[in-house]
């Protein structure tokens, strides 16, 4: 049996100290052989860097994945072919840079797929049929790998749970991401694909999806644009652990979530 721990969206310090102090004891508590992050907010709130990507490596994240904001940080696309476990949304445009997946394997020799589809409803993101991505991405590399990860990292539930049903037997989890709250609806489905609509988000939960509620609140009510900084309080780690047996199907998927007190240094450097 292999146990995999996916976790949503990392948001800003908060976050990213959490997880990076948190995840060792996670990893030997939870007998975990894989652990996959998706980092898109993990630098200030929007996309990454090559040093934040390298803390979560070292704290042992297998594989750090992205979505919309992916080029949130300015240059990242110059850094990201030089960041290693980390991949892109497979369907963006073929010019972006990046890996669109990654193969990762356990210390028993285990191969596990990872990749990412952004979803087209209500994304304002260029991308190409998440549906046509996950095929062509699985017949790829087909013998390639031994278990199989799909995010798909999208506002709609509804193009969320189609997607799980389109992939159920052929993908081992289907894990969506991007609204930052979790979902209550974890289960296999009835061919052996874990799915959860969205893991939810790594990062403070006082506040409107990681920022700050007054500055939020503001421009909803007035509409005029503001800064919007990443929230402090409420940290919490969301996500879920997926159980799969020796044929890369799904047994078991619980969500998870890791509540803990953030140290106050970490507030001054989101
Ligand atoms: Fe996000
Ligand atoms: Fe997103």
New binding site residues.
């Given amino acids: 049996m292999k146990q995999l721990l996916f976790l949503g969206?990392v948001v800003g310090a908060p976050g990213r100290v959490l997880l990076q102090r948190e995840l060792a004891a996670l990893r030997a508590r939870l007998s975990l052989d894989w652990v996959v992050v998706?980092g898109?907010?993990a630098a200030g709130g929007s996309g990454i860097t090559r040093a934040i990507a390298a803390d979560f490596a070292e704290a042992g994240v297998d594989v750090v994945t992205l979505?919309d904001?992916a080029w949130g940080q300015r240059g990242f696309e110059a850094e990201i072919a030089t960041v290693p476990r980390l991949c892109r949304p497979a369907n963006m445009p073929a010019l972006c840079p990046g890996e669109p997946w990654r193969i990762v394997t356990d210390a028993g020799g285990a191969r596990l797929l990872v990749f990412t589809v952004l979803g087209q409803q209500f994304m304002g993101t260029k991308a190409d049929c998440p549906f046509a991505t996950a095929d062509r991405v699985l017949r790829e590399l087909e013998g390639r790998f031994d278990f199989s990860l799909v995010e798909i990292h999208a506002e709609a539930t509804s193009e969320k749970v189609a997607l799980g049903w389109y992939l159920d037997g052929r993908a081992s989890a289907v894990i969506g991401?991007?609204t930052?709250v979790a979902t209550a609806d974890a289960r296999v489905l009835p061919q052996g694909t874990a799915y959860l609509t969205d893991a939810g988000?790594c990062g403070p939960h006082e506040g409107v999806i990681g920022r700050e509620v007054a500055p939020v609140l503001g421009r909803f009510l007035d509409g005029r644009p503001r800064k919007l900084p990443v929230a402090s309080g409420d940290v919490r780690l969301n996500g879920c652990v997926v159980s799969l047996d020796g044929q890369g199907t799904a047994v078991a998927v619980e969500r998870f979530e890791w509540r803990g007190p953030l140290p106050a240094a970490a507030v001054a450097q989101a």
């Fill in positions: 969206d998706n898109e907010n979505g904001h991401t991007h930052h988000m």
